[in-house]
Nanobody, 124 residues
Framework: QVQLVESGGGLVQAGGSLRLSCAASGRTFSSYAMGWFRQAPGKEREFVAAIRIGGGAIVYADSVKGRFTISRDNAKTTVYLQMNTLKPEDTAVYYC?????????????????WGQGTQVTVSS
């Protein structure tokens, strides 16, 4: 089992920044990749970014390239999402997820564990 807890969400003005954290506990050594997703009201959950725990390969959604940065700490138990130049359309609940299967990048359905989410609201 892997437990994931997100933090760092909040209200920010357009153009501002936020840093989300995802603290992992439990069988973290078995995680192959960690990802961030978001879901806006009335919309489907969408992929934001992912990082491979071993090797550090990274992939971003086109909508956040150049603005968001995913990273992890050396102990590989916390994953971050630095969000810069935020836009109102970035408003959503942000979730982190852990994938155990060695498939890169993981498909959404290949993520095995999910956090409860943290709200990000960007005002115009």
């Amino acid at each position: 089992q892997v437990q994931l807890v997100e933090s760092g969400g909040g209200l920010v003005q357009a153009g501002g920044s936020l840093r989300l954290s995802c603290a992992a506990s439990g069988r973290t050594f078995s995680s192959y990749a960690m990802g961030w997703f978001r879901q806006a009201p009335g919309k489907e959950r969408e992929f934001v970014a992912a990082i491979r725990i071993g090797g550090g390969a990274i992939v971003y959604a086109d909508s956040v390239k150049g603005r968001f940065t995913i990273s992890r700490d050396n102990a590989k138990t916390t994953v971050y999402l630095q969000m810069n130049t935020l836009k109102p359309e970035d408003t959503a609940v942000y979730y982190c997820a852990a994938a155990l299967k060695e498939s890169w990048p993981p498909w959404t359905h290949e993520y095995d564990y999910w956090g409860q989410g943290t709200q990000v609201t960007v005002s115009s």
